[in-house]
């Protein structure tokens, strides 16, 4: 399990972006992951399975898929999350979320 320095270091972000990110994709997850459950016959055991039992998978692309972390957290400023600074798209995003889901 990485640390919050780890995470920011490897994804070349900030410590505060690693937490306002995980803040972010907890609130998102606690909107819609009953519906994401209600999805799968089995719930959340056939859900998880869905992503090789990986939690941080699972929450990463039901949060961040579809910009969901800016939809549910619209007071945030998160495009870091999807665009660099020169404005192309962040490679990795679903990675960086995992991560940032798992560190401590």
């Known amino acids: 399990m990485p640390t ?3 995470v920011a270091e490897k994804f070349d972000i900030t410590v505060e972006q690693v937490k306002q990110l995980k803040i972010a994709m907890c ?3 606690s909107e819609c992951c ?3 459950m209600d999805c799968f016959e ?3 055991r056939e859900a998880l ?3 090789d039992n990986n939690e941080a998978a699972m929450i990463a692309e039901c949060t961040l898929d579809a910009d969901r972390v800016t939809t549910f957290c619209p007071d945030e400023d998160l495009a870091w999350v999807y665009r660099l600074d020169d404005g192309s798209w962040r490679l990795g995003c679903l990675e960086m979320g995992e991560a940032v889901w798992e560190a401590r």
């Open 4 to 6: 919050t320095e780890e």
């Open 27 to 29: 609130r998102t997850w």
């Open 34 to 36: 009953y519906d994401y």
């Open 42 to 44: 089995g719930g959340e």
């Open 49 to 51: 399975q869905a992503f």
